[in-house]
């Protein structure tokens, strides 16, 4: 499956749940496919979407929190996955764009490229509801469960290496504007305040 | 009381929910005793700069948190302070120790010592080293002046406040 199909399938089953999306195609896909405001996308800080994401899921532990990472950005901080397994946050579903490659820097290897199985890897790390989906139909029928289901979830999702697709960041505004229209999504949507009363 | 309770107690003062750290000889005390508070939410991490991501997670969640790691990890923590914090505007409270001051001898730390204040300034990133008890109840300022700066912020305790032995 592509990045920006498999992203559709997502987002057609996304209901409340707030978005983190690790930088590169996990970010450039999501906004891509969805231009969604309530979804916050790393420009940096790479392999600490999943930190962020944990942060945010314990903090607001009544919403659901999906992670959108990537192959690149987990292996850069694969401990991120003993941290997830040690506070198991139940409104937490960890997915992982995985393409083989580094996409947007010109399709670059991975890391013992086709030769690690993440799924094994969360739950060695204790994560102990797993899955591993190479086609669309498969994602479209089980996303009802994963979404029924308590996290920690790990879903690892093989999708195709795209050549020269979407290198460039997408987004139309980035920085403290992203904070702030991210910010003002969450206490719109869930009550709370990020902010205090003079805005910072 | 003793400082780590005192410490504490301006945290929960300041309004802070979540804690993550990453184990320090030096901070190990006020790790427990932050730890044993049941209204704190407490996540261990495997490496520090995760604990810059989770506080910069929780502010968009509307919780107050506090990274309490040692001056060796916030070295390593730098690149993503700057990549997702500055980037971004986001606030994160930071508690280090001030690993390879003069008092300290231990070798590990020798190269922090007299390395990281000059870092954090490069960066444009707030501190203040705190010696002295009195100065602990200056914590729930700071964490408010934290929020306004929108960026990182560290503040450094001394061996001498912590009251620890010569290594």
Redesign the interface.
């Known amino acids: 499956m592509k990045t920006n199909e498999a992203m559709k399938v997502l987002a057609s089953h996304r209901g409340e749940a707030i978005v983190v999306c690790a930088l590169g195609t996990a970010a450039n896909g999501w906004w891509a496919v969805t231009r969604s405001e309530d979804s916050f996308y790393m420009h940096g800080a790479m392999g600490f979407a999943a930190s962020f994401a944990l942060g945010l899921a314990v903090a607001i532990p009544t919403a659901p929190v999906w992670l959108l990472n990537s192959d690149g950005s987990l292996c850069m901080n694969l401990g991120c996955l003993l941290t997830e397994a040690g506070q198991q946050p139940s409104n937490l579903k960890h997915f992982v764009v995985d393409n083989q490659c580094y996409q947007t820097v010109s399709n670059m290897p991975m890391v013992n490229q086709n030769g690690a199985d993440y799924a094994a890897i969360a739950r060695g790390a204790g994560i102990a509801r797993t899955l591993t989906i190479e086609d669309l139909a498969a994602l479209d029928r089980q996303m009802p469960d994963i979404n029924a289901a308590p996290g920690p979830y790990f879903i690892h999702l093989r999708v195709e290496a795209e050549q020269n697709y979407q290198r460039p960041p997408p987004f139309s505004y980035e920085g403290a504007e992203m904070k702030y229209r991210f910010g003002r999504a969450l206490e719109g949507k869930f009550g709370i305040k990020v902010f205090g009363p003079t805005g910072f | 009381m003793d400082v780590n309770d005192q410490i504490h107690a301006q945290l929960v003062k300041a309004g802070v929910g979540?804690a993550?750290t990453l184990p320090d000889d030096w901070v190990n005390g006020l790790i427990r005793r932050v730890a044993q508070d049941n209204a704190i939410?407490h996540?261990?991490?495997?490496?520090e700069?995760?604990?810059?991501?989770?506080?910069?997670?929780?502010?968009?969640?509307?919780?107050r948190?506090v990274a309490i790691i040692g001056n060796t990890g916030l070295l390593t923590c730098t690149?993503?302070m700057?990549?997702?914090c500055l980037?971004?505007?986001?606030p994160v409270f930071c508690i280090v120790s001030n690993r390879g001051s003069i008092d300290d001898h231990m070798i590990y730390q020798e190269v922090q010592g007299r390395r990281t204040i000059p870092l954090l300034q490069a960066y444009d990133y707030p501190y203040r080293v705190i010696d002295k008890p009195d100065e602990i109840e200056t914590i729930p300022d700071a964490y408010e002046w934290h929020?306004?700066q929108?960026r990182p912020f560290v503040l450094f305790l001394t061996k001498k406040l912590l009251g620890l032995k010569k290594s």
């Open positions: 979540l993550a939410r996540i261990p991490v495997s490496r700069a995760e604990t810059i991501a989770i506080c910069a997670g929780a502010f968009f969640g509307g919780v948190s690149g993503e700057a990549t997702l980037r971004h505007a986001i929020r306004l929108k």
